[in-house]
């Protein structure tokens, strides 16, 4: 958002009012009420903007691959424009990853892999029983504080199998062209 040379002249006076109270003329309340007023104006139409942005964006994306050269460009707008990219646009990326221009916007878009190690003091670490311990010769039951051992649950009925989807090559057979007639002017002399 840039401002103009007068805008930042009530910006400056209302900063200057704001560090060092003091009573404000009629005119300086004016100039800063028509200034709030100017920057939610601006910021309405930024998000009106944005709105736009996105759902033309989704609609680019919806119709990929066929608009992929409208679909970047809108895309790279946006990254431009501070939109952080959704798992949506990173999976159209991927998936578009062989053209240049959308390999280069998915370097931009992802983010770095890292590789964190987490150190856990040894005062916050559990300590666990392993099989085979002390109580291991025991019975489950007569240990204290065990609870008895539970059945295993049931295996879950096999699911009946998938019909396979059919192909459209499979639905609508293709058809051996008809030659022309003999006498039409597609039939061809050789000779």
């Known amino acids: 958002m840039a401002f103009g040379a007068q805008e930042l002249r009530v910006l400056q006076r209302a900063l200057a009012l704001a560090l060092h109270p003091s009573p404000a003329s009629a005119e300086d309340v004016q100039d800063c009420l028509r200034l709030a007023r100017s920057l939610d104006e601006a910021m309405g139409e930024s998000a009106r903007l944005r709105d736009f942005l996105m759902a033309d964006l989704a609609r680019y994306r919806a119709a990929l691959p066929g608009s ?3 679909y970047l460009t809108l895309l790279d707008e946006a990254l ?13 990326l991927r998936a578009l990853r062989g053209n240049p221009a959308a390999a280069a916007l998915l370097s931009r878009c992802a983010p770095p892999a890292a590789t964190a190690t987490v150190t856990v003091p040894a005062a916050r670490t559990r300590l666990l029983a392993l099989p085979g311990g002390r109580c291991a010769d025991q019975d489950p039951a007569a240990r204290p504080g065990a609870k008895p051992p539970q059945k295993p649950a049931p295996d879950p009925a096999p699911e009946t199998p998938k019909r396979p989807v059919p192909t459209p090559g499979e639905l609508f057979p293709r058809r051996k062209p008809t030659p022309p007639p003999a006498g039409s002017r597609h039939h061809l002399a050789a000779g």
């Open 68 to 70: 992929i050269t409208g």
């Open 80 to 92: 431009s424009a501070g939109h952080r990219p959704g798992a949506d646009d990173l999976a159209a």
